[in-house]
């Protein structure tokens, strides 16, 4: 499983990349790989400012429904459209097409309190 070393994770499994004062946000492969192929993301926060940890939004494989949860506080300025018509993106490039919201950060400091790649290996390996 691949974990970018200039990504912050959740005990979630949300990855977070900051880019000055906004940031994107998804799921990790090892979140994507758990839930297997996935058939609907839904962003129900799109305008709104919300706290670290609360609900952006769910996303839906084949077997199950999970939540999504803001890894810092800040407003969801976008929701990746790209999804509405390809939610495998998800699937395919994690990292990368697959982002799910890019949002400005309120609280910069909340970043630091996120796990580093080795942190969240270190999480997902017990």
Known sequence: MNFPADLKYTKDHEWIRVEGDVAYVGITDYAQSELGEIVY?????EGDTLDQEEIFGTIE??????DLFMPVGGEVLEANSELDDHPEL???DVYGKGWLIKISIADPTQV???LSAEEY?????K
């Not at 993301?41 to 926060?45: R, T």
């Open 90 to 92: 998800v699937n395919e």
């Open 41 to 45: 993301v839904d962003i129900i926060s």
């Open 112 to 114: 630091d309190s996120l």
């Open 61 to 66: 494989a084949v077997k199950t429904v999970s």
């Open 121 to 125: 290996e270190k999480l997902i390996a």
